[in-house]
């Protein structure tokens, strides 16, 4: 949160619009006039003029006065792919409302992100509202504050004030078109490939009695009601919706030796890559591990699992041959991705019962895909 209170540190300006021009050259046409003819009228004419512009400045110190202003980013942000920034200012003054507020996103370099317009901020009162963005490039996205303008009263004048407020937001990999061989030919059903054992995964098992220790969200109501007792649910464990993604993040550029930059097509599309593969089995409902060099993630479900994955891979460099990429192996889908010539290569190691393996050379015609790739888990 940042306050808009009068500062020494914060810049201001006052330029004049297109319009507040065309006036400043009347009133100053209307003084020179004024002068030299000594027309009381024109004195009368000129000095009221004097005072709109004097007034446009005063009113709109005050509608910028006492305002706090907060960014409300979203949690989860693709490159490439359009997101709401939200913005909110909370009117701190008692008594006076303000009109025609315009709030813009600081880059540290370069015109402002966006903007958003607040036509009228009651005294006390807090609004939100929001700008579309895009972020073309992952990593960090630094915002470096905030300017608020207005052109209140008379639109002569648009006074502005920059607030430092720097916040870095992490930026997610790019999602893209997943070849078809790399995934099960056809969406695997809930309830197959699954044990006959117990567990709270899965479809539905069987009824039991409540004991110690159970999870009171297995209660099943409806029957613990008619019999007297509390009884809970128990599901089938889904042991064969597990998948692992090898990444391979050996800079290709650098062939290998030592540490790269990541900036490389290549590399970058096989990190978009991995992330989407991630993505497409999370939102399947796998249990997703990850490896990759010097990083092993254990396989696990769920919004969590994408944002340490996502969160790697937003800051994934290319390395040498020297750090291992080192298999857990297990059972379930594997899959394999590293920088191609052509596009990233996908190749499938092991697979589920029931389900062939294939893979996708960078040489080879193109593949069939699976897109557009959904929305990310956040």
Not at 46 to 64: N, Q
Not at 200 to 219: A, K, N, T
Request: hydrophobic share 40%.
């Amino acid at each position: 949160m940042s306050s808009l209170l009068p500062s020494l540190r914060q810049r201001r300006r006052l330029p004049p619009t297109r319009e507040g021009w065309w006036f400043l050259g009347a009133t100053l046409l209307v003084g020179v006039a004024a002068v030299n003819s000594g027309y009381n009228l024109l004195f009368l004419v000129w000095g009221m003029m004097l005072f709109l512009i004097f007034a446009s400045g005063l009113l709109a110190k005050l509608v910028l006065s006492r305002l706090e202003v907060t960014r409300n980013p979203p949690s989860v942000i693709h490159a490439g792919a359009p997101f709401l920034m939200g913005i909110a200012v909370r009117n701190g003054k008692r008594r006076l409302p303000s009109f025609s507020i315009e709030a813009e996103d600081l880059l540290p370099a370069g015109p402002p992100a966006r903007r958003c317009f607040f036509l009228k901020l009651p005294a006390g009162r807090l609004q939100q509202t929001s700008y579309r963005n895009v972020v073309s490039h992952r990593g960090y996205h630094r915002l470096s504050g905030f300017r608020l303008a207005t052109k209140f009263p008379f639109g002569l004048i648009r006074k502005t004030r920059d607030i430092s407020d720097p916040v870095e937001l992490l930026v997610y990999p790019a999602l893209v078109p997943i070849p078809a061989s790399a995934l099960p030919q056809a969406p695997v059903r809930r309830g197959s490939h699954k044990a006959p054992r117990r567990s709270r995964r899965g479809d539905f098992y069987g009824l039991r009695e409540y004991r110690q220790g159970d999870d009171p969200r297995d209660i099943h109501w409806r029957t613990s009601a008619r019999r007297g007792r509390p009884f809970v649910r128990e599901s089938e464990d889904e042991s064969g919706r597990l998948a692992t993604i090898l990444f391979d993040n050996r800079n290709p550029a650098q062939g290998g030796g030592g540490s790269g930059d990541g900036l490389d097509d290549a590399f970058e599309a096989a990190v978009s890559m991995a992330a989407s593969l991630a993505a497409e089995l999370l939102q399947r409902g796998y249990r997703v591990g990850f490896a990759a060099r010097g990083v092993t993630l254990p396989a696990a479900a769920g919004p969590a699992q994408g944002t340490r994955i996502f969160g790697f891979l937003a800051l994934v460099v290319g390395v040498s041959d020297s750090l291992p990429l080192v298999d857990p192996g297990g059972e379930g889908l594997r899959l394999r991705v590293k920088p191609g010539r052509v596009q990233p290569e996908v190749e499938r190691l092991g697979g589920a019962a029931g389900v062939g393996a294939a893979g996708a050379d960078a040489g080879a015609a193109a593949p069939a895909v699976v897109g557009p790739v959904r929305a990310p888990l956040g």
